[in-house]
């Protein structure tokens, strides 16, 4: 009988033990996840102030090459300013994003988002020899963080261009509502995404794009299609893709109406 009590205070002593040891753990863990956060964060940043800063050398450079052009650098200079005040916005919005922040949303012109974004681009597509195919209707509106969707937009687009270099090609912007919802969908005729790379796309740090290999292949942060799902699931949203090898891709996003 002693030792029956004795091994039972045995054994309740080594499952204190183990709780104390998983409590410990538990705790760094969560302490883990957070440099974890901290880290993405950083790098989700760094992701989408690279997005931003080319049109705005772009800008600067046409207004530095043409200093006797006054209302030509005017022009340019304004476009610099608006810009840096436009990066100002989406870096804060990330940075909500990524710190779970709740922003206030607002009904904003889906057409305008989009104009706004290939502006921003400062880049003519037709140039790549891709055609650009937007089927918005005037009126359409969205419930959003106009900012936070027009980045989900830019990374898509620029996806879009990357996969269609160097050859060209049709990108694709449409969208349409119901009742409920709003649907948005973005189409390239690029090199398409293999069948198994397509359950990893979102994941932090996954991307396709490889080193040394053709201008729509570089170096990828494996960043923005993650930022684009926080996005659109912070939206109450979702965003699926369909793509096969040498057909192109279609990214689908659907975002809730205010009731």
Do not use: Y
């Not at 709740?102 to 057409?111: D, M």
């Not at 991307?207 to 699931?233: E, M, N, W």
């Not at 949203?237 to 090898?245: A, H, R, Y």
């Amino acid at each position: 009988m002693t030792r029956i009590v004795e091994k039972r205070l045995s054994l309740h002593k080594d499952l204190a033990n183990q709780q104390q040891q998983n409590n410990a753990l538990k705790s760094q863990f969560t302490h883990l996840q957070a440099l974890a956060n901290i880290g993405t964060t950083t790098c989700m940043v760094a992701h989408e102030i690279n997005n931003l800063l080319t049109p705005l050398t772009n800008f600067a450079a046409l207004a530095l090459n043409n200093p006797d052009d006054k209302p030509l650098s005017e022009k340019a200079l304004q476009k610099v300013v608006r810009n840096c005040k436009h990066a100002s916005k989406i870096m804060e919005s990330m940075l909500a994003v990524a710190n779970d922040q709740t922003q206030e949303k607002q009904n904003s012109s889906l057409i305008t988002l989009v104009e706004n974004v290939f502006n921003c681009l400062c880049r003519d597509f037709a140039k790549d020899s891709i055609t650009v195919n937007i089927q918005i209707p005037d009126d359409l509106t969205i419930w959003a963080v106009s900012v936070q969707i027009q980045q989900v937009l830019m990374n898509l687009i620029l996806n879009a261009r990357d996969a269609m270099l160097p050859r060209g090609g049709v990108l694709t912007i449409k969208a349409g509502d119901t009742i409920d919802v709003v649907q948005i969908e973005i189409t390239d005729t690029g090199c398409g995404i293999e069948p198994e790379n397509l359950k990893d796309i979102f994941q932090p740090f996954f991307t396709t794009k490889a080193k040394g290999k053709s201008p729509s292949q570089h170096s990828g942060s494996g960043l923005g299609l993650l930022f684009v799902k926080r996005i659109i699931d912070e939206h109450g949203g979702c965003v699926s893709v369909e793509s096969k090898p040498a057909n192109g891709t279609t990214f689908k996003i659907t975002l809730p109406k205010p009731h």
